[in-house]
């Protein structure tokens, strides 16, 4: 069988990344990123607006339009360990430019959801430990504690002085209180996260 490209069209710099890949029949890694994201995946016609008009593209490794195509060709694993999951925005222009009306970050939340159930290591380790820290702090107070998020985030990748000017301009202008704040329906909000937990007791597993 001959081998196809699944990076051809996409230019990176001012060189085009072509690689040579075996196809892989329908699997059940595709079928649980359909499940999970209510999207077939095969209606995508890799007309690359969805890459087009992705501002995050060229930080990505699969950006949007090749992370479509290596799900169709059976690349789970290699969507797996990629830092695409994590560098999307999730800002949704990829969606709306689709003709095809494919939610495509939908389908790359999917595979963001099946990497943490398997415990597979991210690329982006600091993206990953952000999402965990603003996941918390949203958990605690139903909001977003600005100064907690900040400080968690540095001393927990081992820069406490980061941003410090940032810091010290936002807090003079009265743009950040030192007084962590939580809303009315914090513990509301805390039985969402208790739902959400329970029904993530038993995640899907990538085959």
């Known amino acids: 069988m001959r ?5 051809a069209g996409d230019w990176v710099g001012e060189k085009m990344e072509t690689q040579i ?3 892989k029949p329908y699997s059940g890694f595709l079928a649980q990123v359909e499940a999970l994201s209510g999207q077939k995946i095969y209606r995508c016609n890799q007309c690359a607006k969805c890459t087009a008009g ?3 593209a060229q930080d990505m490794d699969f950006p949007p339009r090749r992370a479509m ?5 059976g690349l789970g694993a290699e969507l797996l360990r990629s830092s695409a999951i994590w560098t999307c925005l999730y800002c949704r222009t990829c969606s709306v430019r689709c003709p095809m009306e494919i939610d495509v970050d939908r389908v790359l939340e999917a595979v963001r959801l099946l990497a943490v159930a398997q415990g597979q ?7 990953v430990g952000f999402h965990r820290i603003f996941l ?5 107070g139903g909001r977003i504690y600005d100064l907690g998020l900040g400080g968690w985030f540095n001393l927990s990748t081992g820069r406490p002085w980061a941003n410090m000017g940032l810091f010290v301009a936002l807090v003079s202008k009265g743009r950040m209180s030192f007084r962590p704040l939580k809303v009315k329906a914090s513990r509301e909000v805390r039985a969402i996260f ?7 007791a038993t995640p899907p597993s990538a085959s």
Not at 194 to 200: D, S
């Open 54 to 56: 992705c501002p995050a």
């Open 69 to 73: 195509r290596a799900l169709q060709l």
């Open 136 to 140: 918390r702090l949203l958990r605690w």
């Open 121 to 127: 290591p991210s690329l982006e380790a600091r993206v």
């Open 194 to 200: 208790a739902r959400v937990k329970g029904m993530e």
């Open 3 to 7: 081998g196809l490209s699944f990076y």
């Open 21 to 23: 890949v075996m196809p």
